[in-house]
């Protein structure tokens, strides 16, 4: 029988961790059923994601080093989402900080939880087109090793089924714009 919304009672929480971009704790909780445990979650403010796409159909992404894998990984453009930022703000900031665009057109194509296992992190996702090149882009992280890359989305969906190393929000964000870059390029 499927339980209701009944939401489980917290009995402790401890934060371990609290980091630069998010945090680590451990919550007891009592379940609906009555069933107690300790949960693991890692809490973060969202991410947001953008699929800039140039006038002649190539997406634009980064092939970026990432330490818990250590290797790199082939991305959209995406970053944490500051305090004092909407997630479009900070998609508008990251595409010009990593790899050097603006756009002049912004699409949502929605929202969706990472890893919802172990964290409470949400990406959102948007479509970016009429892309302007910045000739002084402003500088980014200085902690972030980026190359940026332009693929046709069959080139991309081809890395796709190849394996080769696409990270899973950039897989599930272009999932939600398949639909539309279809649209465009007929």
């Given at each position: 029988?499927?339980?209701?919304?009944?939401?489980?009672?917290?009995?402790?929480?401890?934060?371990?961790?609290?980091?630069?971009?998010?945090?680590?704790?451990?919550?007891?909780?009592?379940?609906?059923?009555?069933?107690?445990?300790?949960?693991?979650?890692?809490?973060?403010?969202?991410?947001a994601l953008a699929i800039p796409v140039t006038a002649e159909g190539k997406l634009v992404l980064v092939r970026q080093y990432r330490f818990a894998v250590q290797g790199r990984l082939l991305e959209f453009p995406a970053g944490t989402?500051?305090?004092?930022?909407?997630?479009?703000?900070?998609i508008q900031r990251e595409i010009q900080e990593e790899v050097g665009y603006s756009a002049n057109t912004w699409q949502?194509?929605?929202?969706?939880?990472?890893?919802?296992?172990?964290?409470?992190?949400?990406?959102?996702?948007?479509?970016?087109?009429?892309?302007?090149?910045?000739?002084?882009?402003?500088?980014?992280?200085?902690?972030?090793?980026?190359?940026?890359?332009?693929?046709?989305?069959?080139?991309?969906?081809?890395?796709?089924?190849?394996?080769?190393?696409?990270?899973?929000?950039?897989?599930?964000?272009?999932?939600?714009?398949?639909?539309?870059?279809?649209?465009?390029?007929?």
């Open positions: 029988m499927p339980l209701g919304n009944e939401p489980p009672q917290l009995l402790k929480q401890r934060i371990l961790i609290k980091g630069r971009k998010f945090n680590f704790e451990v919550n007891s909780l009592r379940l609906p059923n009555k069933a107690e445990g300790e949960w693991e979650c890692i809490r973060h403010p969202g991410g989402v500051e305090m004092d930022e909407t997630p479009l703000q900070t949502s194509l929605g929202n969706f939880p990472l890893a919802p296992g172990y964290s409470d992190e949400f990406i959102y996702a948007f479509l970016a087109t009429d892309l302007e090149k910045i000739d002084q882009p402003p500088a980014g992280d200085v902690d972030e090793d980026i190359e940026v890359v332009h693929l046709t989305p069959a080139e991309f969906a081809q890395a796709v089924a190849n394996g080769e190393g696409v990270d899973a929000k950039s897989i599930a964000s272009y999932m939600l714009a398949k639909g539309l870059l279809a649209e465009s390029s007929s």
